[in-house]
């Protein structure tokens, strides 16, 4: 078992930052992958970005590529994402989430575990 707790997130104006933490406990998480989704009423969950936890693979959707960074902090088993020049499309849930492999990264189902999610509201 993997138990994956958001926080972080809020409302912030357009152009602003936020940083969301994702805790894991549980089962070690240094061999998985970890990713963010997000995901506003009405829509599929969209993917975010993804990495190994260690680091040697990342990934980022388009929409937010050079204004998020994922990164981890192993001695706190912790999972970050920044997120910079906020936009109002960036409005949803977040959910953090963690799949036993790289595989696929971009496809929730890939993904065993799921936090409860964090809303971002960005107002313009």
């Known amino acids: 078992q993997v138990q994956l707790v958001e926080s972080g997130g809020g409302l912030v104006q357009a152009g602003g930052s936020l940083r969301l933490s994702c805790a894991a406990s549980?089962?070690?998480?240094?061999?998985?992958?970890m990713g963010w989704f997000r995901q506003v009423p009405g829509k599929e969950r969209e993917f975010v970005a993804a990495?190994?936890?260690?680091?040697?693979?990342?990934l980022y959707a388009d929409s937010v590529r050079g204004r998020f960074t994922i990164s981890a902090d192993n001695a706190k088993n912790t999972l970050y994402l920044q997120m910079n020049s906020l936009k109002s499309e960036d409005t949803a849930v977040y959910y953090c989430?963690?799949?036993?492999?790289?595989?696929?990264?971009?496809?929730?189902?890939?993904?065993?575990?799921w936090g409860q999610g964090t809303q971002v509201t960005v107002s313009s």
């Open positions: 549980g089962r070690t998480v240094s061999s998985r992958t």
């Open positions: 990495r190994t936890w260690i680091g040697d693979r990342l």
């Open positions: 989430a963690s799949s036993p492999k790289w595989a696929s990264p971009v496809r929730a189902r890939v993904y065993d575990y």
